[in-house]
């Protein structure tokens, strides 16, 4: 046990400890909270539009596409078996596509006529070689491609 000399010193010193603690944590995430806005500028600043940005990276692949109106399929890392890829950043591009696709419907599948691609190029090669039948496709900036099944 304890002596009761040991445990008057920890009864007054537990309110500078507790202080002490709270002082820490607030200058740990002050310092976290500078380094995230320091990498948030050095990305382009707070200015950047990253939704504008991305819309723009598929203005070309909308107006090559022969509808306005419709539905195409969507692949991206998740489509390969074996690729690694985070899952948050696949939905939040798939997302981001859809906002920027519209008014076309971009369904989260394969089983379409047209596709669009979201996938560096040696995955898209190993994607590609896993579908059936022909295909079309153009590539586009930021690895990105529209892809055509053929009849």
């Given at each position: ?16 400890l ?26 382009g600043?707070?200015e ?46 798939h ?57």
């Amino acid at each position: 046990m304890l002596s009761s000399s040991i445990m008057k010193q920890l009864k007054i010193a537990w309110p500078y400890l507790k202080f002490g603690m709270i002082l820490l944590l607030i200058t740990v995430n002050l310092r976290s909270a500078i380094q995230y806005i320091a990498q948030v500028e050095q990305l382009g600043g707070k200015e950047r539009d990253v939704i504008g940005e991305w819309e723009q990276y598929f203005d070309p692949i909308k107006a090559g596409l022969p509808f306005k109106h419709g539905t195409v399929g969507y692949a991206a890392n998740w489509s390969v078996p074996g690729v690694d890829y985070s899952p948050a950043d696949a939905e939040a591009e798939h997302i981001l596509t859809q906002y920027a696709m519209a008014p076309i419907v971009v369904a989260r599948d394969t089983d379409r006529e047209w596709i669009i691609a979201n996938m560096k190029p040696k995955v898209f090669e190993a994607w590609l070689a896993l579908q059936p039948g022909k295909y079309e496709f153009t590539r586009y900036k930021h690895d990105l491609y529209l892809v055509h099944r053929l009849k």
